[in-house]
């Protein structure tokens, strides 16, 4: 019976070295080829923290009003707002949010989300807040996270580390508080983009979601990287950084706009809400065939104006002309 056994753990010991041997020699599976580049998404938490969030003038709840040279000007368009600081990926986003005159609680109104462009801050809406204003509607502002390249932004977070698809969480992340506030009227939501705000607005209207909490869209010379990543055949081929308007962006950022630039066209002539697109005749940065391009592409939806001497920001005489004459009226069509 013991030499029986012993036989029996022999074999056995004789198939395991078996299964062994057959493992070792079979050919190992090929490793797992990853990509150059695996963009982290627009959950994106950047690292640095403005210290304008421990700044008692800028403290939760306190009042806001942009800063004028101009006393003049500071008489036309002054405005006073009402500071929130939004969560957006375990950063804080600074926001402005100004009603008009008069508001005891009670009322509700349309309400403007307004983007800002490269490298800016909030206060490149300055000269539109108050005619909204006037004409009934609330304005929301805000700082993009990491959208300006010096110290002048308030929001955390540093250029480097900016992309669309930062700035689309951004978005996502102040329409929500939006949507919280007794004095909005949720079923009257307008976004405005003015430069890459108009490109960030472009991708909001491409967005599935986004796309239908608006009933319309305001453009103010939209600017694209188009010609930036032109030369990129693949988003793994873009490089660490590159120059643009005179400020360095990272890899996030390039990798974003060459995946935007390229997906976003072909949805554009679905977007079924009413869009108005103004550019300036003397604009130097946004050329005005680019701009044509984009109306065509969203079709019949777009309504498009050349303002023949305005510049890439609108200058303030021009002001009143192009929000009575073209803002307004459209607005007014969709609430």
Same mark, same amino acid.
């Given at each position: 019976?013991?030499?029986?056994?012993?036989?029996?753990?022999?074999?056995?010991?004789?198939?395991?070295?078996?299964?062994?041997?057959?493992?070792?020699?079979?050919?190992?599976?090929?490793?797992?080829?990853?990509?150059?580049?695996?963009?982290?998404?627009?959950?994106?938490?950047?690292?640095?923290?403005?210290?304008?969030?421990?700044?008692?003038?800028?403290?939760?709840?306190?009042?806001?009003?942009?800063?004028?040279?101009?006393?003049?000007?500071?008489?036309?368009?002054?405005?006073?707002?009402?500071?929130?600081?939004?969560?957006?990926?375990?950063?804080?986003?600074?926001?402005?949010?100004?009603?008009?005159?008069?508001?005891?609680?009670?009322?509700?109104?349309?309400?403007?989300?307004?983007?800002?462009?490269?490298?800016?801050?909030?206060?490149?809406?300055?000269?539109?807040?108050?005619?909204?204003?006037?004409?009934?509607?609330?304005?929301?502002?805000?700082?993009?996270?990491?959208?300006?390249?010096?110290?002048?932004?308030?929001?955390?977070?540093?250029?480097?580390?900016?992309?669309?698809?930062?700035?689309?969480? /951004?978005?996502?992340? #102040?329409?929500? $508080?939006?949507?919280?506030? =007794?004095?909005?009227?949720?079923?009257? @939501? &307008? %976004?405005?983009?003015?430069?890459?705000?108009?490109?960030?607005?472009?991708?909001?209207?491409?967005?599935?979601?986004?796309?239908?909490?608006?009933?319309?869209?305001?453009?103010?010379?939209?600017?694209? /990287?188009?010609?930036? #990543?032109?030369? $990129?055949?693949?988003?793994? =081929?873009?490089?660490?950084?590159?120059? @643009? &308007? %005179?400020?360095?962006?990272?890899?996030?950022?390039?990798?974003?706009?060459?995946?935007?630039?390229?997906?976003?066209?072909?949805?554009?002539?679905?977007?079924?809400?009413?869009?108005?697109?103004?550019?300036?005749?003397?604009?130097?940065?946004?050329?005005?065939?680019?701009?044509?391009?984009?109306?065509?592409?969203?079709?019949?939806?777009?309504?498009?104006?050349?303002?023949?001497?305005?510049?890439?920001?609108?200058?303030?005489?021009?002001?009143?002309?192009?929000?009575?004459?073209?803002?307004?009226?459209?607005?007014?069509?969709?609430?």
């Amino acid at each position: 019976m013991k030499r029986i056994c012993i036989t029996l753990l022999l074999l056995f010991s004789m198939l395991l070295s078996a299964c062994g041997s057959t493992g070792s020699s079979s050919t190992p599976d090929a490793p797992v080829e990853e990509k150059a580049y695996v963009y982290p998404g627009e959950t994106r938490r950047m690292a640095y923290k403005n210290p304008a969030y421990e700044k008692d003038s800028y403290a939760e709840g306190a009042s806001y009003s942009p800063v004028f040279t101009n006393e003049e000007l500071k008489q036309q368009f002054s405005y006073t707002g009402t500071i929130h600081w939004v969560d957006c990926c375990e950063n804080h986003v600074f926001t402005v949010l100004s009603l008009p005159e008069g508001y005891d609680g009670t009322q509700t109104y349309p309400l403007v989300l307004m983007l800002h462009g490269f490298n800016s801050t909030l206060d490149e809406w300055t000269y539109y807040v108050k005619p909204l204003n006037d004409a009934g509607y609330a304005c929301l502002l805000f700082d993009f996270r990491g959208g300006h390249s010096g110290n002048a932004s308030r929001s955390d977070g540093k250029m480097n580390q900016m992309s669309f698809d930062t700035k689309l969480a /951004d978005i996502r992340a #102040v329409l929500a $508080y939006a949507e919280t506030l =007794d004095m909005v009227d949720p079923d009257k @939501l &307008l %976004l405005a983009g003015h430069s890459q705000g108009g490109m960030m607005a472009l991708i909001s209207m491409c967005d599935e979601a986004l796309s239908k909490r608006f009933n319309g869209t305001l453009l103010l010379a939209p600017y694209t /990287d188009a010609a930036l #990543v032109a030369s $990129y055949e693949a988003p793994e =081929d873009v490089p660490e950084s590159e120059s @643009l &308007l %005179l400020c360095t962006v990272g890899k996030d950022y390039l990798y974003a706009a060459w995946k935007y630039e390229h997906s976003i066209w072909n949805t554009l002539p679905s977007y079924d809400r009413p869009t108005l697109i103004l550019t300036g005749g003397a604009d130097s940065i946004v050329k005005e065939e680019s701009v044509q391009r984009i109306a065509e592409i969203i079709g019949e939806n777009a309504t498009y104006a050349l303002i023949p001497e305005g510049y890439h920001d609108f200058q303030p005489e021009l002001i009143d002309g192009v929000i009575n004459d073209y803002i307004l009226p459209f607005f007014g069509g969709l609430i």
